[in-house]
């Protein structure tokens, strides 16, 4: 991408990053962070992440997530049939 069109003003800020894209035939400014800021409210709930988990998946390929969210889908849709037939069978 050239970025030929991305207006002249716009082309040399230093002050903050800037991506420009394309959406719809319009120009959209996507307004990146300093490396260093932190949003206080993602901080809030990172407390009650484990990275562990984190790391491990993107430790995968995205053939084997793609492969584990199948397997948890299946296991998801098999746990709702279940709850299913046992809310059947306590009404007969």
Do not use: I
Not at 2 to 12: M, Q, T
Not at 23 to 45: I, S
């Amino acid at each position: 991408m050239d970025g030929s069109w991305v207006p002249v003003a716009l082309r040399f800020l230093s002050a903050e990053v800037r991506r420009f894209t394309r959406c719809n035939g319009r120009h959209t400014v996507l307004r990146m962070r300093a490396k260093g800021h932190r949003d206080p409210v993602v901080e809030f709930y990172m407390k009650d992440v484990d990275r562990s988990l984190l790391r491990e998946n993107l430790k995968l390929t995205p053939g084997q997530r793609l492969e584990k969210l199948v397997r948890f889908s299946t296991f998801a849709a098999e746990l709702r049939a279940a709850g299913a037939r046992a809310r059947a069978s306590r009404k007969s």
